[in-house]
T-cell receptor
Framework: SQQGEEDPQALSIQEGENATMNCSYKTSINNLQWYRQNSGRGLVHLILIRSNEREKHSGRLRVTLDTSKKSSSLLITASRAADTASYFCATPIIQGAQKLVFGQGTRLTINP | DTAVSQTPKYLVTQMGNDKSIKCEQNLGHDTMYWYKQDSKKFLKIMFSYNNKELIINETVPNRFSPKSPDKAHLNLHINSLELGDSAVYFC??????????????FGEGSWLTVV
């Protein structure tokens, strides 16, 4: 079973609105990361939040982490058409060596 | 300059063939990865190398053989290709996989279609 699962699987909003995506995970973590993937491209790192942090900001991005609920959220404020992409959360699992495990992503569409 | 580059970007080949995907990173990272993304966008790690040494080998058919000639290169060779191997293969790299967490830098992907 997957470590991280995003919710919703797809989200469509109007330009200018805020978009919120959620991620749930199963095991204890020391950090959680969010990545963006534009269509036909590779994944790009957005933000990393550590387990001792509750909230982190980067430009129009706001990430929260609730370790008691094993969940994280990514908020994109004042969305733009260029924000249309898939968004993935990723959590590390240590099995011998540390590996980053990705969820299935949220497909975000920003309508002009 | 491209940080993580992989070639080819598109590959269409017949079942049973052998093919290779090459990857190079110029970021000075010591860890490199191969990830596979299926048609449902699920991204799964296949292999990880640290300083040319294999450290993660997921449950991947032994038709898949990674090779790391140096820490800047990690190639993926696939023997006897099957229809189910059709996917996007991403090469990636990072600094060492310490517990504090490290950003992974991805290549643009190699779209493999087996017909």
């Amino acid at each position: 079973s997957q470590q991280g699962e995003e919710d919703p699987q797809a989200l469509s909003i109007q330009e200018g609105e805020n978009a919120t995506m959620n991620c749930s995970y199963k095991t204890s973590i020391n950090n959680l990361q969010w990545y963006r993937q534009n269509s036909g491209r590779g994944l790009v790192h957005l933000i990393l939040i550590r387990s001792n942090e509750r909230e982190k900001h980067s430009g129009r991005l706001r990430v929260t982490l609730d370790t008691s609920k094993k969940s994280s959220s990514l908020l994109i404020t004042a969305s733009r058409a260029a924000d249309t992409a898939s968004y993935f959360c990723a959590t590390p699992i240590i099995q011998g060596a540390q590996k980053l495990v990705f969820g299935q992503g949220t497909r975000l569409t920003i309508n002009p | 300059d491209t940080a993580v580059s992989q070639t080819p970007k598109y590959l269409v080949t017949q079942m049973g063939n052998d093919k290779s995907i090459k990857c190079e990173q110029n970021l000075g990272h010591d860890t490199m990865y191969w990830y596979k993304q299926d048609s449902k966008k699920f991204l799964k790690i296949m292999f990880s190398y640290n300083n040319k040494e294999l450290i993660i080998n997921e449950t991947v058919p032994n038709r898949f053989s990674p090779k790391s000639p140096d820490k800047a290169h990690l190639n993926l060779h696939i023997n006897s290709l099957e229809l189910g191997d059709s996917a996007v293969y991403f090469c990636a790299s990072s600094f060492d996989t310490g517990p504090s967490g490290n950003t992974i830098y991805f290549g643009e992907g190699s779209w493999l279609t087996v017909v």
